[in-house]
Structure formats: C-alpha cells, structure tokens
C-alpha cells in the first residue's frame, strides 16, 4: 500500500499570507495526486486533480505541483474562507489519502 | 448538476451488516467515464477508501476491507448501494458516496453509522 505522508500537521498562519503544504508517497505515484479541502461538518471538495490541475470553480490562488513521490500544494494569498483542513490523495496504485495538514489562525 | 444522497441506519449494531443507499440526482449512474465509490471517514479524522464501480461493472474494493465489502449499482433507481459485514466498533464513521474521474469532484453529505450494541 502506498502511504502519504502530509506535512506539517498543523500551519498557523494570517489572512494574506502564503501556504505551502506538503505531501510525500512512499512510492512513486507519478502524477496521479489530488488535493481535497474540508471544513467542518462538510464532505471534502476537490481542488487539485492530476498534481496541478485546478477543479472546476477554484480559485487562481490555489495551485498544485510536483510528480513521483512530492507534491505541494501552495495558497498563494491565504482568504478567511481558506482555513480548513487539506488532504492529498493518491490514485496510482489503490486509492489512498494522507492524514492531513490543518490550516489555521495564528 | 449530479448531486449525491446517502440513506441509511445511523445505528448498526456488532456483528450486523450495514446497508446504505446512494440516490443520484441530476445526472445518470450509468454516466460513461466515471467510477461511483465509497469512502470512510474515522473519528480521527482519516479517510479511508472503501471501493468502487465503474458505468461499466467492475469493482475494485480496498484490501483491508475487500472481503466484508460489496457495491453495487441499481440502475433503474439511479443508485447506488453499499454492503459492509461483520461491522465492529472500528467501522464507526462517516459515510460518503461520491464520483469519481480524475479527482473526487462529487461527494455526498455523509451518514454517520455508529455500531454499538
């Protein structure tokens, strides 16, 4: 089985500012990384697919890249609407999430 | 736009089997080009992958699950449907359907099951 490792657990960051999170595969996963944002009491919402490909509707601020085995996801100017939690997600080889990395207020 | 409708018991008790519905609005289950799935999340908080099946039959359970699990599609009702066995206490969770092509971009709301006696 293919782990993702997501780092850090938790960022503590202010509206305005840029994050950067990061997701590492135990094995290579080529391109196929997603990333899901969650608020609470909600179903995650893709907004990554294929490493660096946004889904329909995110913002510009949003942006994914790397391929193999790390990948990041940056928020180039952090909204309050974007503190939450981010997930990844793999698809290469059985289907499986990391633990996740916890935006929130500094 | 598809929307996604979990139903089911939010009370299971050891040992039963857990039964969940998908209804499908807005849009075809047999919809060429996507995989309809399953997916758990924990107390702590991690999502588990439970399966899926494609427009066209074919299914793909996770391993760790694959012999408790079964999903299937009602094409008539537009559903989908999930079947978990020998449920114990580690499969309390939140439930999702979803869609899924290159990205998870539909999702339920979730049901929460509980299993406990």
């Known amino acids: 089985e293919i782990v993702l490792t997501q780092s850090p657990a938790t960022l503590s960051l202010s509206p305005g500012e840029r994050a950067t999170l990061s997701c590492r595969a135990s094995?290579?996963?080529?391109?196929?990384l997603a990333w899901y944002q969650q608020k609470p009491g909600q179903a995650p919402r893709l907004l990554i697919y294929d490493a660096s490909n946004r889904a329909t509707g995110i913002p510009a601020r949003f942006s994914g890249s790397g391929s193999g085995t790390d990948f990041t996801l940056t928020i180039s100017s952090l909204e309050p609407e974007d503190f939450a939690v981010y997930y990844c997600q793999q698809r290469s080889n059985s289907f499986t999430f990391g633990p996740g990395t916890t935006v929130d207020f500094k | 736009q598809v929307q996604l409708q979990e139903s089911g018991p939010g009370l299971v008790k050891p040992s039963q089997t857990l039964s969940l519905t998908c209804t499908v609005s807005?849009?075809?289950?047999?919809?060429?080009?996507?995989?309809w799935s399953w997916i758990r999340q924990l107390p702590g908080k991690n999502l588990e992958y439970i399966g899926y099946i494609s427009n066209s039959g074919n299914t793909f359970y996770n391993p760790s699950l694959k012999s408790r699990v079964t999903i299937s599609v009602d094409t008539s009702k537009n559903q989908l449907s999930l079947k978990l066995t020998s449920m114990t206490a580690a499969d309390t969770a939140v439930y999702y359907c979803?869609?899924?092509?290159?990205?998870?971009?539909?999702w339920g709301q979730g049901t929460t099951v509980t299993v406990s006696s």
């Open positions: 807005g849009g075809s289950i047999s919809s060429g080009g996507y995989f």
């Open positions: 094995q290579s996963v080529s391109y196929f």
């Open positions: 979803a869609r899924e092509a290159r990205g998870i971009d539909v």
